[in-house]
C-alpha cells in the first residue's frame, strides 16, 4: 500500500469526508483557546482596574509607622512606592471658623493605580492631576469652602501649621478603604506632617505603605515582605481593601472558568461527533482496501499519521482562529474596557493545543484504529456486524479525559465536579428515559396518521442511536442552560446587591438626645434612611471561661478584639437566622446573636458562654442565635446583637445610613451646622466605584455567554449531521417510491421535535441540579428553583433540532432520488 497519509487526506477532503472532522477540531481548538485567551485578559484588566480602590496592587496598614526598609526594598524589585497618612484633625480658619475634618497626607508618587482628581473651584468640572498638593499647600473638600467660608488662595490652619488652598478635592481612587476617611477631606503634602505636630503618641492615624507593579514582581515582594509582618500589619489586595468589590469579582472569575469548562466539554463532544461520522463512512473503503491485500497494521499506520497530520494542522488553524475571535471581542469591547489588558501569553493556545490532541486520541481514535477490523467480506456482504461501535472502555476514556482538561482549566474541582454531575444526570436519565419512551411508542404509532407513523417509525427503528443522540442534544443543552441560570444569578445578586437607592453615607456618634431630632430632619427632607441603631463598644475576653489570647497568628483569628455592639428586639432587616431561637420581646437574659463568620473565628455555637467587657464591667453572655447577613449591602451591620434591656444601663451612641443623590450634597452642609458632633462618612464615590466594576463584568459575562451559546450551537449542528445519512437514505427510497414532499419533511419534523423534547426535559433536570451544586458550593449564593428555565430548555430544544434536522435534510426534497443515493 503506497498510499501517504498527506495524499489520503487530500483525497478525502475532496470527497468531503473531512469537512466535519476538521471543522469540529478547529472549531474545539478556537472555542477553547479562544475564550481562554478573551478570560484571561479580561481578568487581568477588570484586576488592574479593581486596584485603583487600593490606589495600587498591594498596600500595607497600620497605626503605626512602618520601616523604611520596605520601600527600599521594593523599589529595588522593580516596583512603584508611595506612602500616606490619614488622620481626623481640626482645619481652622480664623478664631470662628473651624471644622472636623478627615486629613490625608500624600507623597508624590500618590496614587500608583487609579486617577486623582481636583476642581479649581468648589464643585467645579473635576481635572485629572498628575499628583496631589505641593508642600505647604492644601486641597479642600467643596464642601468645607462654605464651612469656613474661604477661597481660593486663603489660607487654613492644621495644627501649628499654615498652608495655602490652591485647589478642591473631588475624587482619590482608594477613598472608601478607611473609615478613618470620614467627613469632609483635606489633601495635604507627606513632608508636611512634622510641622503641623498633629500626629503623637496614640493618636488615632492611619499609615498605608502602597505598591505597585507587574504581578510577578509584586509577588516575589510579598513573599519577601510576609514573614517581617507583624500582628498590627495588614497587607491588603483588593479582596480585603474593597470586600464588596472582591466578592463581585470573585464568583465572576468563577464564571468565566465555567464558561471555559464548558467549552472544553462541547469541544469534546463535537470532536466525538465528527471522528464517529468519518470512521462510520470509511468502514466500507477499510473493507475494499483489505480485499487488495492491505494489513491491520499498515491500515492503523496510514490512518494515525493522517489524524496526526490533521490535528495538527487543524490545532495552528484553530490558535489563529481563536487569537482572532479574542482580538475581535477586545475591539467590540474596547469601549467598556477600563484599560488595556496585557497579552494572554501562550497558555490558552497551550490549552486549545492539549484539548486537541487529547480529544483525537481519547475520542477520534478508538473508533479510527478499529477500523483496521473491518472484514473484507464487507465489499459483498453489507449485512456484516459493524466492528466499529463504540465500547464502555471509550466512553471511559472520554470522560475521564474532558475531566482532566476541565480540571487543568479551571483549576477548581469544584466546579469541574459540578459540570461532570449535571452530564452524569444527564447521560443516565437520557438513556433511560429515551429508550422507555422511544420504544414505549409502538401502540401510539400503530394508531397514529401516516406522517405520525412514519415518524415513529423512524425513531423506534433506530432506537439505541436516537437514545444516544437524545443524550448527546441534552449535554449541548444543559451546558447551555447552566451557564445561563449561573450569569442570571449572578447579574440578579449584583442588581440586589446595589440598586439606585443603596445607601452611600453613614453617619456614627448621634447622641440620644439628638436621635430624634437627627430622625426628623432626615424625614423633612425625604431621605430615605435605615433605622438609627445603638452602638456601644465592648471587648470579648473568653469563651466558655477560657481566656482568649490577646493575639493571633492571623489577622482574623481567635483572639481577644474590639466589637461594636447593639440590640434589637428584633431579627435586623436583611438578617437570616441560621440556628438558634431569637429572643422573646422585653427580654433581660444575658444572651446574643452572632454574625455565622465571626462566629467561625471564635469557634463557637450556639449554648457556648462569651465573656465580654464594656468599659470596665464584665459580663457574660450565651449565644442564643447565628446570623447570616450580607456584608455588601451598605447597610449598617453588626457582628454582635443584644436583648435591648440586657444593655439599657450603659451608655450608646446611635449609627444609620441613607441614600442621598448628587443634587443633595448641599443638604450636608446645613446638617453638619446643627449636628456639629455626628460623623459623616461619605460613601456614594465608592458605590458608584462598584457599580461601575459590576456593570463591566456583566458585559463581559454577556460576552462570553454569547460566545457559549454559539459553540453549543454548532455542537448541536454536529449532533444532527451525526445521523442525516442514514435518515437520508431512507428519505430517498421513499421519494423514489413516490412518496410526497410534505410526507417526508412531515416525519423528518415529528421524529426531530420528539428527540427535541427528550432532550431538552433531560437537560433541563440535569441543569437544575448543576446549578444547585454551582450556586451552593463554588458561588456560595442560596439556591432557588428556576420555574422559567423549563419553557426555555424544553421549547429550545424541539425548536432548534427540529428545524436543524430539517435544514440539514432539505436536499432530500430538492434533489432527485437517485442523486443523492448515489451521493451516500
Not at 258 to 275: F, Q
Not at 492 to 510: A, V
Not at 788 to 799: F, K, R, S, T
Request: with cysteine.
Amino acid at each position: 500500500m503506497s498510499m501517504t497519509a498527506s495524499r489520503m487526506l487530500v483525497r478525502d477532503w475532496r470527497g468531503g469526508e473531512l469537512g466535519i472532522l476538521v471543522a469540529a477540531l478547529v472549531l474545539a481548538v478556537a472555542m477553547v483557546s479562544g475564550i481562554s485567551a478573551f478570560t484571561t485578559r479580561l481578568q487581568n484588566a477588570l484586576e488592574q482596574e479593581s486596584h485603583r480602590f487600593l490606589a495600587a496592587d498591594r498596600v500595607v496598614r497600620a497605626s503605626t509607622v512602618m520601616p523604611e526598609q520596605w520601600l527600599a526594598e521594593a523599589r529595588t524589585q522593580g516596583l512603584q512606592t508611595a506612602q500616606t497618612l490619614t488622620f481626623p484633625s481640626m482645619v481652622f480658619a480664623g478664631d470662628e471658623a473651624m471644622y472636623l475634618a478627615s486629613i490625608k497626607a500624600v507623597t508624590d508618587d500618590y496614587p500608583l493605580r487609579g486617577d486623582l482628581t481636583s476642581s479649581r473651584e468648589p464643585f467645579g468640572a473635576a481635572e485629572l492631576a498628575a499628583q496631589g498638593p505641593a508642600p505647604g499647600t492644601v486641597w479642600l473638600d467643596s464642601r468645607l469652602f462654605p464651612l469656613l467660608d474661604v477661597s481660593m488662595g486663603d489660607s487654613v490652619g492644621i495644627g501649628d501649621a499654615e498652608f495655602t488652598v490652591v485647589a478642591a478635592a473631588r475624587t482619590e481612587p482608594d477613598q472608601g478603604t478607611s473609615f478613618l476617611g470620614y467627613g469632609p477631606r483635606v489633601l495635604m503634602h507627606f513632608s508636611d506632617i512634622p510641622k503641623t505636630n498633629v500626629v503623637q503618641p496614640g493618636s488615632r492615624v492611619q499609615y498605608r505603605q502602597l505598591y505597585a507593579g507587574d504581578e510577578p514582581s509584586v509577588a516575589r515582594f510579598v513573599t519577601w515582605l510576609e514573614p517581617q509582618l507583624e500582628d498590627r500589619h495588614r497587607l491588603l489586595d483588593v479582596n480585603q481593601g474593597q470586600p464588596g468589590l472582591g466578592n463581585a469579582l470573585n464568583r465572576a472569575e468563577s464564571f468565566l472558568l465555567l464558561a471555559g469548562s464548558l467549552g472544553v466539554v462541547l469541544a469534546g463532544v463535537a470532536i466525538a461527533l465528527a471522528a464517529r461520522r468519518f470512521s462510520e463512512r470509511h468502514t466500507d473503503y477499510v473493507a475494499i482496501m483489505k480485499s487488495l491485500g492491505a494489513t491491520s497494521g499498515s491500515i492503523n499506520w496510514l490512518y494515525g499519521r493522517s489524524l496526526l497530520l490533521l490535528g495538527a494542522t487543524a490545532t495552528a488553524l484553530g490558535c489563529l482562529a481563536g487569537w482572532g475571535m479574542q482580538s475581535v471581542f477586545f475591539v467590540m469591547f474596547a469601549d467598556q474596557m477600563p484599560v488595556q489588558p496585557a497579552p494572554s501569553g501562550m497558555r490558552p493556545y497551550l490549552i486549545g493545543a492539549a484539548t486537541s490532541m487529547t480529544c483525537l486520541l481519547c475520542f477520534a481514535w478508538p473508533p479510527i484504529r478499529r477500523l483496521s477490523l473491518a472484514s473484507p467480506l464487507r465489499v459483498l456482504r453489507r449485512d456484516m456486524p459493524d466492528e466499529n461501535r463504540r465500547t464502555l472502555t471509550d466512553y471511559g476514556v472520554g470522560l475521564v479525559a474532558v475531566s482532566l482538561l476541565m480540571w487543568w482549566y479551571s483549576g477548581d474541582w469544584q466546579l469541574t465536579a459540578a459540570v461532570l454531575a449535571g452530564l452524569a444526570a444527564t447521560v443516565t436519565l437520557g438513556l433511560v428515559l429515551a429508550l422507555t419512551l422511544l420504544r414505549g411508542g409502538r401502540l401510539v404509532g400503530m394508531s397514529a396518521g401516516s406522517i405520525w407513523r412514519l415518524a415513529l417509525a423512524g425513531l423506534q427503528r433506530r432506537g439505541t442511536a436516537n437514545a444516544l443522540q437524545v443524550v448527546i442534544f441534552a449535554m449541548a443543552i444543559m451546558l447551555l442552560l447552566v451557564l445561563v441560570l449561573v450569569r442570571t444569578s449572578l447579574i440578579d445578586e449584583w442588581q440586589t446587591q446595589l440598586p439606585p437607592d443603596t445607601p452611600n453615607h453613614f453617619m456614627l456618634n448621634i447622641a440620644p438626645e439628638e436621635v430624634q431630632a437627627v430622625d426628623q430632619v432626615l424625614r423633612t427632607e425625604n431621605i430615605n434612611s435605615e433605622a438609627l441603631y445603638p452602638m456601644i463598644r465592648g471587648r470579648i475576653m473568653s469563651v466558655n471561661a477560657d481566656e482568649l489570647p490577646k493575639t493571633s497568628d492571623q489577622e482574623e483569628g481567635r483572639r481577644q478584639r474590639e466589637v461594636n455592639f447593639t440590640w434589637s428586639d428584633t431579627l435586623p432587616s436583611g438578617n437570616e437566622l441560621l440556628d438558634g431561637q431569637w429572643w422573646a420581646p422585653e427580654s433581660t437574659e444575658a444572651l446574643v446573636s452572632l454574625e455565622r463568620e465571626f462566629a467561625e473565628r471564635l469557634q463557637v455555637g450556639v449554648g457556648d458562654e462569651i465573656g465580654l467587657m464594656i468599659g470596665s464591667a464584665p459580663l457574660s453572655v450565651r449565644v442564643a442565635s447565628i446570623r447570616e447577613l450580607d456584608w455588601q449591602s451598605f447597610q449598617p451591620n453588626f457582628f454582635m446583637v443584644f436583648p435591648p434591656q440586657f444593655l439599657s444601663a450603659y451608655p450608646a451612641t446611635f449609627m444609620t445610613s441613607f441614600h442621598l443623590d448628587a443634587s443633595q450634597k448641599v443638604f450636608l452642609n446645613s446638617f453638619i451646622r446643627d449636628f456639629p458632633t455626628v460623623t459623616v462618612i461619605e460613601m456614594d464615590v465608592v458605590v458608584e466605584q462598584v457599580r461601575s466594576i459590576v456593570e463591566q463584568v456583566s458585559g463581559a459575562i454577556e460576552l462570553v455567554l454569547a460566545v457559549i451559546i454559539a459553540a453549543g450551537s454548532l455542537v448541536l449542528v454536529s449532533g444532527v449531521q451525526a445521523s442525516v445519512d442514514a435518515r437520508m437514505h431512507e428519505s430517498a427510497i421513499l421519494r423514489a417510491l413516490g412518496a410526497r414532499r410534505g410526507l417526508i419533511l412531515g416525519g423528518l419534523f415529528i421524529e426531530f421535535a420528539a428527540l427535541g423534547l427528550f432532550a431538552g426535559f433531560l437537560a433541563t433536570v440535569a441543569a437544575e441540579l448543576s446549578v444547585y451544586i454551582l450556586q451552593v458550593w463554588v458561588m456560595e449564593f442560596n439556591y432557588s428553583p428556576s420555574p422559567a428555565v423549563w419553557p426555555l430548555g424544553i421549547g429550545a430544544g424541539v425548536v432548534l433540532i427540529s428545524a436543524l434536522g430539517v435544514y440539514s435534510c432539505r436536499k432530500v426534497v430538492s434533489s432527485p432520488p437517485l442523486s443523492v443515493l448515489r451521493e451516500l
